[in-house]
């Protein structure tokens, strides 16, 4: 039912950089709305990695980045550790649901 | 900052069930809350939201018509009231505070660490 498409998986080497996309649409993020994205480690709760497209909360390591143009929006690792193993989901507001939506959600291998 | 949810439980399909989540280490009233729930194995899904003062509430189609949320900022607690439980709506429930200038730039600063509602026979 999500309206924001992410890869199902990802995976990469230690240190190497990967990149997680979430692509909606003219009603969530092609709307304006800003792009969070959270870090979910297993049995655990998600936690804010980048909120408000490209901003980082205290804490957060540098590593993690994000961006968003038109109607997607990225969130990049750079020097991947294995700690990053994980399931990251974005989230954003759509108009045309009037409410709050979250994306598919990606699990990140460290190989 | 501390959300700590209740009630989850095993109920039966077309039965009720009430979820407490109890803040502290904030004004809670001053705070949108929400419910997010999350089905095993499967994603993150919003279900419904509430605003500070209780003037602004609105639902996941998923969920409308059978679950209410509501507040009681008296004893800085969020509640959820499931109706006509259905097998599809078991998961872990996380209680969710709203951080952001506008709703419709909010995002989630804290997280409870999740209930759990089982609906079967």
């Known amino acids: 039912q999500s309206v924001l498409t992410q890869p199902p998986s990802v995976s990469g080497a230690p240190g190497q950089r990967v990149s997680i996309s979430c692509t909606g649409s003219?009603?969530?993020?092609?709307?304006?709305?800003?792009v969070h994205w959270y870090q979910q480690l297993p049995g655990t709760a998600p936690k804010v990695l980048i909120y408000?497209?490209?901003n980082r909360p205290s804490g957060v390591p540098d590593r993690f980045s994000g961006s968003k143009s038109g109607t997607s929006a990225s969130l990049a690792i750079t020097g991947l550790q294995a700690e990053d193993e994980a399931d990251y989901y974005c989230q954003s507001y759509d108009n045309s649901l009037s409410g709050y939506v979250f994306g598919t959600g990606t699990k990140v291998t460290v190989l | 900052v501390k959300l700590l949810e209740s009630g989850g439980d095993l109920v039966q399909p077309g039965g009720s069930l009430r979820l407490s989540c109890t803040a502290s280490?904030?004004?809670?009233?001053?705070?949108?809350m929400s419910w997010v729930r999350q089905a095993p194995g499967k994603g993150l899904e919003w279900i419904s939201f509430l605003s500070g003062d209780s003037a602004g509430t609105f639902y996941a189609d998923s969920v409308k018509g059978r679950f209410t949320i509501s507040r009681d900022n008296s004893k800085n607690t969020l509640y959820l009231q499931m109706n006509s439980l259905r097998a599809e709506d078991t998961a872990v429930y996380y209680c969710a505070k709203w951080k952001g200038l506008k709703m419709i730039s909010y995002y989630v600063d804290y997280w409870g660490q999740g209930t759990l509602v089982t609906v079967s026979s």
């Open positions: 408000g497209n490209t």
């Open positions: 003219s009603s969530n993020v092609g709307a304006g709305y800003d």
């Open positions: 280490g904030f004004t809670f009233s001053a705070n949108a």
